[in-house]
């Protein structure tokens, strides 16, 4: 179902007819026999009949939708707006028949007093309200006139009430006084339609009289407002009065029974039973459907026993059930504990959604810590080695073995240049790691110094290789492949002034910093002063 449902129930209590915001349905107890469109989005459902027929009110006027619902609803043509509309006539109030035969309507039509007594009064042009009951029969097109009560425009009011099986029928007619001084008056009647004779007749004097309800036995119920209270009065069909005091602070008289009067009060959307000795038996808040996911209707037998009908969301399923009010009780404790427990997991839900959002935010600081401290260390492996490469690739290599230590063979000693490789090598390769990683180099620049390194460890001689080789050095050095040593002298002064030259770019590009810059230049400056004032030139490396 869509939105909020409204349900009626038939007399039988056999047949339930409702409409959401979209579709128009009708139910027998639980099973659904028909379900369409609405027709209008203004229909309202009048009533439903033993016969499983419907009856609805649209802008355009009555149709009516038989039991296996036909595909175009009927139309009343009596009852069609632009026929009612041409009299300036609308209805107010509608009771349909529990046979589905007809109903019982009540018209109101505003007209113009030509009377003497209109015609004499200033402006001449008085208005009057006239209200009707009619009984109309679906079988024939007859109407009937049950009741008519005529005042004059913005001077009184009609309630009335009838029975579904047109046993009884209770009528209010509220007028000022004539006579004497200010004021209104309310006339109540009671009359026995099925004998025509009438039951109870009485004035209610200086009583704001606004609603009455009636039994299938004749029991007749008024709410009367008065300036300090407001009053229930129960008047048997014998004439016998009795009162009793609403529990709620707008009470609705929703039904009459046997042995208790049912209110409904809509500020608070809650039931009260009260017994007719003025005792509170039993009270309900239907608020709490809400709180269940649910939508059911309340309907009460004559003889006050209780029929649930409506649907429940969980699973969208139409749900007919007949209890006493005893019965009632229980289900209602039932809807309390299934809203304690909803509201039970809502809690532990929330708390457990707080938890998780504080762990995933300690979770989120300690990653953003652990990201800084990577970059930080990232930054520092990254920049290292630019700042001593440039010094290390010009640093004097072994020249001969006479500069070398003795080792002595065999025994840990002559392994310690193999670890010690090993150990450079792992460096390198996570220095490659890191570089990649950061994207100063790229995948395939990262695979070529990984195989590399491998065959240096590979290699049984790549430690005696890479200390003495330049060549090794200057691979893995930022100076490019023309910086290698040669053998004649004029290649060496070149050699010595481009080296002088490149470490100036590299000042200038600022990869080295000024005082190794500086450093640097003294250093081969003075090599190049040397080699050029000696005859035999130095070995430089």
């Known amino acids: ?149 005529t005042t004059e425009h913005g001077k009184g009011n009609f309630f009335w009430a009838a029975t579904s099986g047109l046993n009884y029928l209770a009528a209010a007619e509220k007028r000022s006084k004539v006579f004497p001084g200010r004021g209104f008056q309310t006339q109540v009647f009671l009359y026995d339609l099925t004998n025509g004779k009438s039951l109870y007749n009485a004035t209610l004097p200086d009583a704001q009289m606004s609603e009455l309800c009636l039994s299938q036995e004749g029991l007749l119920f008024l709410r009367v407002d008065s300036e300090n209270e407001t009053q229930l009065v129960g008047v048997y069909p014998d004439g016998r009065k009795f009162f009793i005091t609403p529990a709620a602070v707008d009470p609705h008289l929703h039904h009459v029974g046997k042995e208790c009067v049912v209110l409904f009060d809509r500020s608070r959307k809650a039931y009260y039973f009260k017994t007719f000795d003025d005792r509170l038996r039993f009270s309900m808040d239907m608020q709490i459907l809400d709180e269940i996911k649910a939508q059911y209707t309340l309907f009460f037998r004559p003889n006050d026993d209780v029929v649930l009908a409506g649907f429940d969301q969980a699973d969208d399923t139409f749900r007919v059930s007949y209890s006493t009010i005893e019965d009632l009780q229980i ?94 090598v792992a460096k390198e390769l996570e220095r490659v790691k890191l570089q990649l990683i950061t994207g100063a180099i790229s995948e395939l620049e990262a695979e070529t110094k990984r195989n590399e390194l491998a065959l240096q460890l590979e290699s049984p001689d790549s430690n005696r290789e890479t200390e003495s080789t330049p060549t090794k050095q200057l691979a893995l050095a930022p100076l490019d492949e023309s910086l290698l040593p040669v053998q004649n002298e004029s290649a060496e002064k070149g050699r010595l002034l481009e080296l002088l030259e490149k470490i100036e770019e590299r000042f200038i590009r600022g990869e080295v910093t000024e005082s190794t810059y500086l450093e640097l230049k003294r250093k081969y400056q003075k090599k190049l002063n040397d080699f050029l004032m000696s005859e035999d030139p130095p070995n430089l490396f």
């Open 331 to 424: 289900e209602y404790k039932r809807w309390q504990l299934q809203a304690k427990s909803a509201k039970e997991l809502v809690v532990q839900e929330t708390r457990t959604k707080e938890t998780e959002i504080i762990e995933k935010k300690r979770q989120e600081e300690a990653f953003a810590e652990k990201k800084a401290m990577f970059h930080s260390a990232l930054l520092e492996e990254t920049i290292k080695p630019k700042s001593i490469s440039l010094e290390s690739a010009f640093e004097k290599p072994a020249a001969s073995s006479e500069a070398k230590p003795t080792v002595p063979s065999g025994g840990a000693a002559s392994k310690s240049p193999s670890a010690s490789r090993k150990t450079e």
């Open 1 to 149: 179902m869509k939105g909020k449902v409204t349900i009626l129930c038939s007399p039988n209590f056999k047949f339930f007819a409702g409409r959401d915001e979209e579709e128009l349905f009708l139910y027998r107890e639980k099973n659904r026999v028909w379900q369409k469109k609405l027709p209008d989005p203004d229909t309202t459902l009048v009533g439903v009949a033993n016969n499983g027929t419907i009856l609805v009110s649209t802008l355009e006027g009555l149709f009516t939708y038989g039991e296996k619902g036909e595909n175009d609803p009927a139309p009343i043509e009596r009852y069609r707006q632009a026929v009612l509309g041409a009299d300036g006539t609308v209805l107010r109030k509608i009771v349909f028949l529990e046979q589905g035969s007809g109903f019982i309507a009540e018209k109101l039509t505003e007209k113009k007093d030509n009377s003497l007594l209109g015609r004499l009064k200033p402006g001449g042009d008085s208005r009057q309200l006239r209200f009707e009951i009619v009984r109309y029969n679906l079988f024939d097109d007859s109407e009937e006139q049950v009741w008519q009560f």
